[in-house]
């Protein structure tokens, strides 16, 4: 069976190791996930985080996709979407996994919303080209509403969020209504997998 790691930059990823995901499946990764990881596709929507991406030649060792933009034709090897979705980075990227012809896709550190003080939740915070961790959670409605279009349009496939144990921060209740949507803890991924 063909399996999707779909990685956002959520904190609940945080304690899941990467590197033994591709011997299981393809991996899906957003924004600053190159400069310590190497997924099997990198999406970025974000012109900052694109030219930061660039800069550094990602683009040319792994498939880097993105929005169209007259400004990227100094960039060679990019890969764009036709027509552009105009979505966030985290549910594009669950886009084009969906589109590859994963039966079974996981999302990894889809955290939807801030922390638990309302603070952000990225593991990303405090670097270049992302907000302090002091900052205001981000506004997760277009998230949650992007991720349920794609789980509406792929009733046949399934997607299973890694959420931490015991906390309702991570709730998504607008997704459990979907029959190909369910959850598992960070620990039962990890069992799952041998991590």
């Known amino acids: 069976m063909s399996i999707a790691f779909v990685l956002g930059n959520g904190l609940s990823r945080k304690p899941i190791p990467l590197d033994p995901l591709q011997q299981f499946g393809k991996v899906y990764a957003c924004n600053a996930v190159y400069r310590t990881y190497t997924p099997n596709y990198l999406v970025a929507v974000d012109a900052k985080m694109i030219n930061e991406i660039c800069t550094a030649g990602a683009q040319l060792k792994i498939?880097?996709?993105?929005?169209?933009?007259?400004?990227?034709?100094?960039?060679?090897?990019?890969?764009?979407?036709?027509?552009?979705?105009?979505?966030?980075?985290?549910?594009?990227?669950?886009w084009l996994a969906s589109k590859n012809m994963h039966p079974l896709v996981f999302l990894l550190g889809f955290d939807f919303t801030g922390t638990s003080e309302g603070k952000l939740n990225n593991i990303f915070g405090d670097t270049p080209n992302y907000k302090k961790n002091s900052d205001t959670a981000t506004y997760h409605g277009n998230w949650n509403r992007q991720t349920s279009i794609i789980l509406q349009k792929n009733p046949l496939k399934r997607y299973i969020r890694v959420v931490p144990e015991g906390t309702s921060v991570f709730e998504a209740k607008d997704l459990k209504k979907f029959t190909n949507y369910s959850e598992i803890t960070v620990q039962e991924f990890k069992r799952r997998f041998h991590l």
């Not at 993105?66 to 669950?94: C, D, I, M, Q, V």
């Open 63 to 94: 498939p880097v996709w993105t929005n169209p933009n007259r400004a990227y034709k100094k960039y060679p090897g990019l890969n764009f979407f036709e027509p552009s979705l105009g979505w966030s980075s985290g549910p594009t990227a669950l």
